[in-house]
């Protein structure tokens, strides 16, 4: 159900006790009433309750203008049995409702997530309800104890009231059950029934076939509230600006991180839900904003009540060595199981490790290490395989969607219980989000001056979802930092997103490969030289795979990399660092040498597609010497370049990386060829110069003597 009309989904919730024998259903009522007041009061939903209900009061509610297509749960608390349930008329006697024909009422009424039978013997029930399409029931297999029917709804209620999923709270509610009345369900029951009691708790969730995304349902989700109840976050210091282009948003700008509170919701509920498995593999598209949704988002919501460990996969000490690295002590002779149990007995709270940019095992593997997965999955199976010995905490895998099938086949080979989160681009709803988070934040409002006009951030999102391929995140990203920017000239106190300002920027362009133009053009105001001559994209290319993710490199390789550039390569750095092409992950890592990588994800294959197809002198003579240099691989001699060839190469050589050995040999070599072609044609040109003067001077010669034949006297 969708609360896009500003309605509150509404629960159902209905009684009978015509016979007068169950003592404790008023009880019921009355704390299912409180639960659900908090919830009311929370602005999570709206509630109405028929007491002594009868056919035409379920019937009236439903069809009620007020009500119709609101109603996401209806709850029934009363006598039943496997075909009917038992309500009252309008004497106050007992009435029968059948089950087929209410059914198939319930099936026709849209918002209807949950329909709760809180009566014995409603298992028959559940099958009718989900053949009319319900989507979820719960419902009992016989005769059950009327205290206990109490005790199990009302703290069911509780938990749906403070934000939990449907099954999240059913499975609250049979765990209080199991504390209160021991491990043998049939202290559950009725006793003295002639029927025979299981050996099974009474109740049963069940959802129709198709519909087990219902298990996940919950009010926050309903009324678009996600964080609701999840831990507040510790005010701390704002960041200078709200929008941080391209960068991903950190644990410092957790405040002002907005348009993920589903996905932060679920990933929470997963990583600290009881019976839930312990590895987590998030994944998504690159530009989904994985490691933001992780370091901004979920991090600060689990802190309190967790250890968190985040590191992401450090090519050379490989997965595993980065997580001994994480929280194994130096010199411990502890296994990574032991260390991980000793540090949650030391902090007296789960240890939750996250592990991101996973998928670089592929993308980046080690040589030294050709079995670096293999080796962390056979290390991870110490630590779960068994469930009675595993720590509290979990493992999140983050990495790229096109990596699953070899992450998950490798997980299921080594028998690695695990749970899945699939990260969908930004959502319409998660758009908006972004553009008003600041303005709804008291707090955000006082400090940044920010006002959005009405209406814009639903034309934004419109303009953005109209490519159905395009990455939204940081393509919403960079035009809201662009905004601010803009806004904050026009006015530092009070700075204001309107209309006009959106449509000039966006008749600029607000789109990645507009965005990556229109940087490389400031780079050039300053160093168009390096621009022209290709070294900037040679940089830039070099932070990228061939596959077309992410690298990240060292100073000390850009150095090496860049030997011939090294007086320019720390301003070109700085200059793509200020314009948010890169970014310095290691600030945040003490331990981590100075390094860069593209500030996102999503420029890597832009900025494949442009070197591949420049024409500037770096990449022109970079892809003449690497499809030449194959000839000379391994101390082999090949053809040297023509002259032609070598001027390119020559002409390129400031634009593109420094050369390779081989690629050195190659340009050495052509340049002895050359040198050699030159000394043979000086020398023809002087063997040449030498004939024509002799052929000129016996030219001469012979003329003179001619003369002096003519005039010589007889």
Known sequence: MSSNSGQKPVIFIAFSNARGDLRKLAEEQR????????????????????????????FDVFQNPEYRDRIVVFHYGGHANDYQILLESAQGEVATAEAKGLAAFLGQQHGLQLIFLNGCSTRNHKDELLNSNVSAVISTSQAIDDEVAMMFAVRFYQGLANGASIERAYKEAEASIRTTKGENPRN?????????????????????????????????????????????????????????????????????????????????????GPDTPPILLMYGQSGVGKSSILDAGLMPRLEQDHAICYFRRDRGAGLLGALNQSFLPEECNESVAQAWLATEKRLGKPLVVILDQVEEVFTRPNKKQPNELQEFLSTLETIFCVPTARPQGKLILSFRKEWLPEIKQALRDHKLARAETYLERLDRQGIIESVTGIVRSDRLRDHYGLSVEEDLAEIIANNLQEDPDSPVAPTLQILLTKMWDEASKLSNSLPMFDANLYRTLKSKGILLRDFLDQQIIEVGKINSEHVESGLVLDILTFHTTPLGTTAQRTFEELQQEYRHQSEALPALVNQFKTLYLLADPSIDNEKEAASTRLAH??????????????????????????????????????????????????????????????????????????????????????WRTRAVIAVVVFAIAAVVFSLVCVFRPS
């Open 601 to 686: 994800d999503t420029l890597a294959y832009l900025i494949r597609e442009r070197f591949d197809k420049s024409v500037r002198p770096g990449q022109r003579a970079r892809r003449l010497l690497e499809s030449r240099a194959v000839e000379w691989r391994d101390g082999q001699q090949g053809t040297p370049l023509d002259e032609r060839d070598l001027d390119r190469v020559e002409k390129g050589a400031s634009g593109m990386r420094a050369k390779k050995p081989d690629e050195e040999r190659l340009v050495e070599a052509s340049r002895r060829e050359r040198d050699n072609r030159e000394t043979i044609r000086k020398k023809s040109k002087a």
């Open 188 to 272: 559950a029951y009725i006793q003295g029934q002639d029927r025979p009691q299981e050996d099974r708790w009474p109740w049963g969730l069940y959802e129709k076939k198709g519909a087990e995304i219902v298990r996940g349902w919950n009010l926050p989700a309903c009324v678009g509230d996600h964080l609701f109840s999840l831990p507040h976050l510790i005010p701390a210091d704002l960041p200078e600006k709200p929008f941080c282009g391209l960068h991903w948003f950190t644990r410092d700008d957790a405040e002002v991180f907005f348009g993920r509170g589903r996905q932060i919701r679920e990933l929470y509920d997963r990583v600290t």
């Open 31 to 58: 704390l299912i009433r409180v639960a659900l007041d908090d919830a009311r009061k929370n602005n999570l939903c709206e509630y109405v309750e028929r007491s002594n209900a009868t056919a035409d009061d379920i």
